[in-house]
C-alpha cells in the first residue's frame, strides 16, 4: 500500500502564513502527480494545487499568486506553502498522489487523511 501523512495545519490570523507537508511511504514504485486539495464545511471538495513530476505546477484561480506548491522527489514529499491567507481558504486540506505500488503497472489515487486549517483572528 502507499500511505499519505499530512502535517502543518492549525489556526492563524487572516494575513499569516502556513506550511503544509504531505509525505508519501510505503510500497511506491512511483508517483507522478502530487497535488493538494480541500473541503470547507459544508462545501465539496475543491482541487487546489498539482505538481507533476516534470516540475509544471497549476493553481486554482483563488490561490494563485498566495499559495506556492512545491516537491522533493527523493523524499516523496510534496509541500504547500500557502501566503496571505483569508478566512475564506478555512477547510481541511488533503494531499493526493497518483502513484504505482511497487511490482505493479498500475496507476491509482491516493489520499491523506487531511490537515485542517483555520484562518481567524
Known amino acids: 500500500q502507499v500511505q499519505l501523512v499530512e502535517s502543518g495545519g492549525g489556526l492563524v490570523q487572516p494575513g499569516g502564513s502556513l506550511r503544509l507537508s504531505c509525505a508519501a511511504s510505503?510500497?511506491?514504485?512511483?508517483?507522478?502527480?502530487m497535488g493538494w486539495y480541500r473541503q470547507a464545511p459544508g462545501k465539496e471538495r475543491e482541487w487546489v494545487a498539482t505538481d507533476t513530476r516534470g516540475g509544471s505546477t497549476d493553481y486554482a484561480d483563488s490561490v494563485k499568486g498566495r499559495f506556492t506548491i512545491s516537491r522533493d522527489n527523493a523524499k516523496n514529499t510534496v509541500y504547500l506553502q500557502m501566503n496571505s491567507l483569508k478566512s475564506e481558504d478555512t477547510a481541511v486540506y488533503y494531499c493526493n498522489a497518483e502513484a504505482r505500488r511497487l511490482g505493479t503497472l498500475l496507476w491509482s489515487n491516493y489520499w491523506g487523511q487531511g490537515t485542517q486549517v483555520t484562518v481567524s483572528s
Open positions: 510505503g510500497s511506491i514504485g512511483s508517483i507522478n502527480n
